[in-house]
């Protein structure tokens, strides 16, 4: 409290907090629109009016999202996706990485910066090349297309996080145990991955959340809507229920609870995740 | 260890990660631009035309109106996200009341899918039953509301309102680890030579914090390149292409009229205006590297 009191001596700050608390606000009211509309029903919404304290509370929106909307086969199909490309993904980047961070051969900066550039691309560029090729391998509209295009495409921001992470490991513990004439994949198993775990947790947090989020693949890669991972079925839930907002809200809100979770809970990991590249 | 053999493993450790990396990612690359030359329709074999869609694309309107909504798009994120989020920055930097609380809800946005964002923005820019314009008619300034998605002249920027929303959190987070490695004594020291907050902010925070801005603006011009999801869930680019942006324009060139040696094309031209940003990102990850 004494803190606080502090803070507000000087005007300029108390006015500074106030404009705070407004943008706090104004960023809080789509979430609160959201809670709010999927309680209410459309009709009373158009009745009363938005601005209304409602008439009834009711979960049936939920209800009506998850068994006929299908949010019951889309978010499964979600996890499906998201939880074997997320772990193709960290493995296969950490044995690059450790590569890229601890060996000195000729290809080594060519190979990285290959990496880094890649994951800049706008992906668009990729997506017909991709759809081609998913037909080819007879993977077009089947999870592991879309898994393996996942897997491949994070590679890039996974391997240069991971590297940059693994350069600041203390040389003198990986000489030791060469010396002592462990082999370098159990180097990488048993010294190299335990000390890059903090890093590994960020990365794998903020890509669990990208690769969840995915639209774009999800839509050209797959057709089968029993396929669909929940932002594609999102989408498909919003031409089915075209007027019924509240079910739509309902569903988007349900959709987005896992990414939101993992945020409440990894919070930290999130935001480490993010700057982790950006600053040193 | 025979030096031969030594030398054999970072490949070993690599060939996996950089082949499936060749094959899913830098192939496709390289061949998006032969399918730019060709008039492939999804289904039979390419044929090669030269340069024709690229000539198509030049007369052709809705590329046009593309473009520069991806401009506007452009504008408005190395401006409006950046100000918002530094200056948040440099207010949460301190200690606050409620610091965890405000953090949170910037940062909040950015985990939701942008599908879930564009739906739940949709419903608040219904016409009729939507919030924001219950709010403008209950406060009696208008009688009827604007059609946020439904005018040409409005809708591309109440779909960048929802993209700022998103945006901004980001922006601070990477301005708050900017801030965090400045050395307090510099601010110090100025503050003992009589600088004021508003001279330090100028002449010292902002300087030291251009590696993070580079970073910033680069990133905001990549995401604006790669705007997709929200235009397509909100609108689709409608009404009349008014919102279309080229990831939409050439998806829907693409997969619903299949022209897909023309959506090539369009993913070139994608390609072309973002590699000298990416240029330049890489060029920064280069100078740390020479500074190891």
């Not at chain 2, 998006?32 to 007369?59: A, Q, R, V």
């Not at chain 2, 940062?107 to 016409?127: E, R, T």
């Not at chain 2, 914090?209 to 990549?222: G, K």
């Amino acid at each position: 409290m004494e803190a606080a009191r502090g803070y507000f001596k000087s005007p300029w700050r108390a006015l500074g907090y106030l404009i705070l608390i407004i943008f706090a606000f104004l960023w809080l009211v789509p979430i609160f629109t959201g809670i709010l509309t999927s309680l209410r029903t459309y009709d009373e919404i158009l009745i009363n009016g938005f601005i209304s304290l409602p008439e009834t509370i009711t979960l049936e929106n939920f209800k009506i999202a998850w068994e006929r909307g299908g949010l019951n086969r889309y978010l499964p199909n979600s996890f499906i996706i998201t939880l074997p490309s997320l772990v193709l993904t960290l493995f296969l980047s950490s044995l690059a990485a450790y590569a890229l961070a601890r060996f000195n051969f000729r290809a080594n900066r060519m190979i990285f910066f290959t990496f880094v550039g890649g994951m800049l691309l706008p992906f668009q560029v990729l997506l017909l090349p991709v759809f081609k090729l998913t037909d080819y391998l007879g993977l077009y509209d089947t999870y592991w297309g879309l898994i393996m295009f996942h897997t491949a495409f994070q590679l890039g921001f996974c391997t240069f996080m991971l590297r940059n992470y693994m350069r600041t490991v203390p040389g003198e513990i990986i000489e030791a145990a060469r010396i002592d004439g462990c082999s370098e994949i159990r180097i990488w198993a048993k010294i190299m991955l335990p000390l890059t775990l903090p890093a590994i947790a960020a990365v794998a947090t903020l890509e669990f959340t990208w690769i969840f989020n995915d639209y774009l693949w999800a839509i050209v890669l797959l057709r089968s809507d029993s396929l669909k991972p929940v932002t594609a079925g999102l989408a498909t839930l919003q031409g089915q229920f075209i007027t019924d907002w509240p079910v739509i809200v309902a569903g988007a809100l349900m959709g987005t609870l896992p990414t939101l979770l993992v945020f409440l809970f990894l919070q930290r990991y999130f935001i480490e995740g993010l700057t982790l590249g950006s600053s040193k | 260890m025979p030096r031969t053999k030594r030398d054999i493993i970072p490949y070993l450790f690599l060939i996996v990660p950089v082949i499936i990396y060749i094959v899913w990612v830098i192939a496709p690359m390289i061949y998006t631009f032969y399918l730019s030359l060709t008039n492939w329709d999804g289904l039979t074999t390419p044929e090669f035309i030269g340069f024709k869609n690229y000539i198509k694309l030049f007369d052709d309107k809705v590329f046009y109106i593309s473009l520069t909504n991806n401009l506007k798009w452009l504008g408005a994120f190395i401006t409006v996200p950046v100000i918002l989020g530094l200056g948040l920055a440099m207010m949460l930097n301190t200690a606050i009341p409620g610091e965890k609380f405000f953090k949170m809800t910037f940062y909040m946005p950015m985990v939701l899918a942008m599908v879930v964002s564009g739906l739940i923005w949709g419903w608040m820019y219904h016409p009729k039953g939507g919030l924001v314009n219950t709010f403008l008619m209950s406060t009696g300034l208008v009688e009827k509301g604007p059609g946020w998605l439904s005018n040409r002249d409005i809708v591309l920027w109440s779909i960048i309102i929802v993209a700022i929303w998103r945006q901004v959190g980001y922006v601070m987070v990477l301005y708050l680890a900017g801030l965090k490695s400045i050395n307090p004594q510099l601010l110090e020291a100025a503050t003992v030579d009589g600088a004021n907050g508003w001279q330090s902010f100028w002449r010292i925070i902002l300087p030291l914090l251009t590696p993070v801005t580079v970073i910033v603006l680069v990133i905001s011009v990549i995401d604006s390149l790669r705007a997709f999801d929200l235009v397509s869930v909100m609108t689709r680019g409608g009404p009349a292409n008014a919102s279309s942006v080229l990831a939409n324009f050439m998806y829907i060139e693409s997969f619903n009229n299949y022209k897909m040696g023309y959506g090539a094309a369009i993913a070139v031209i994608l390609f072309m205006i973002s590699l000298g940003f990416i240029i330049l990102y890489l060029w920064r990850v280069m100078k740390d590297e020479l500074e190891y």
